[in-house]
């Protein structure tokens, strides 16, 4: 099994919607959860840590379920600009682990 | 935020040739460093990590013949491949971990091999 799935999309969405993404992860002790964005041709960037008592960040909300071992991202009120894959990574000791991305356009 | 350097930011070289890719923490010391590889359409693939002072780690499959690591110093790892083949093109990222961030890691702009 893998250590970390995320639905690879791909996400459409008009400008000004709310889109939400969930990643799940196998192994209870895993310590750190992030999301990252990544444009095409670019590295990827860190969006934003993961807590269990949930973290917003403007239109970007990320809550992490330990009991069900998945993270979501909720962006809301969609911009152009939001159009990336969006990776969902879990950390545990020394190693991180990445889900195959989950691909966003926002349309105009 | 901290700042992780990569270089060649791209390279086209012939088969058979090999190839560096330096990786360099700017403002921070790095104990650990990790090699990514990611071709198009695909999610980053972890090809090793590089520990300061030791042995890298490779990940099942990669070879380590062919992907030198070498990680000499707190600011420096590389990535060197032997005897690059077509299939070796791709996308080449390095990250540091800094672990006072949260266990946070962060990304250098990635290289990009071509392989004629």
């Known amino acids: 099994r893998k250590e970390v799935e995320q639905d690879p999309g791909p996400f459409n969405v008009p400008e000004g919607a709310t889109v939400a993404f969930n990643c799940t992860y196998s192994?209870?002790?895993?310590?750190?959860f992030f999301w990252y964005r990544q444009d095409c041709r670019k590295e990827p960037k860190l969006l934003m840590s993961?807590?269990?008592s949930g973290n917003e960040d403007g239109r970007f909300t990320a809550q992490l379920n330990r009991a069900s071992q998945y993270i979501s991202l909720l962006i809301r009120d969609s911009k152009l600009s939001d159009s990336a894959t969006y990776l969902c990574?879990?950390?545990?000791?020394?190693?991180?682990?990445f889900g195959t991305g989950t691909s966003l356009t926002v349309i105009p | 935020g901290a700042v992780v350097s990569q270089h060649p930011s791209w390279v086209i070289c012939k088969s058979g040739t090999s190839v560096k890719i330096e990786c360099r923490s700017l403002?921070?010391?790095?104990?650990?460093m990790f090699w990514y590889r990611q071709f198009p359409k695909q999610s980053l693939m972890l090809m090793a990590t590089?520990?300061?002072?030791?042995?890298?780690?490779?990940e099942q499959g990669v070879e380590k013949d062919k992907f030198l690591i070498n990680h000499a110093s707190l600011t420096l790892s590389t990535l060197t491949v032997t005897s690059a083949h077509p299939e070796d093109s791709s996308f080449y990222i390095c990250?540091?971990?800094?672990?006072?961030?949260?266990?946070?890691?962060?990304f250098g702009p990635g290289t990009r091999l071509t392989v004629t």
């Open positions: 990250s540091a971990h800094r672990p006072s961030q949260a266990y946070e890691q962060y």
């Open positions: 192994n209870s002790a895993s310590q750190s």
């Open positions: 993961v807590y269990s």
């Open positions: 990574v879990v950390n545990r000791g020394n190693q991180f682990y």
């Open positions: 403002d921070f010391q790095a104990t650990t």
């Open positions: 590089s520990n300061e002072g030791s042995k890298a780690t490779y």
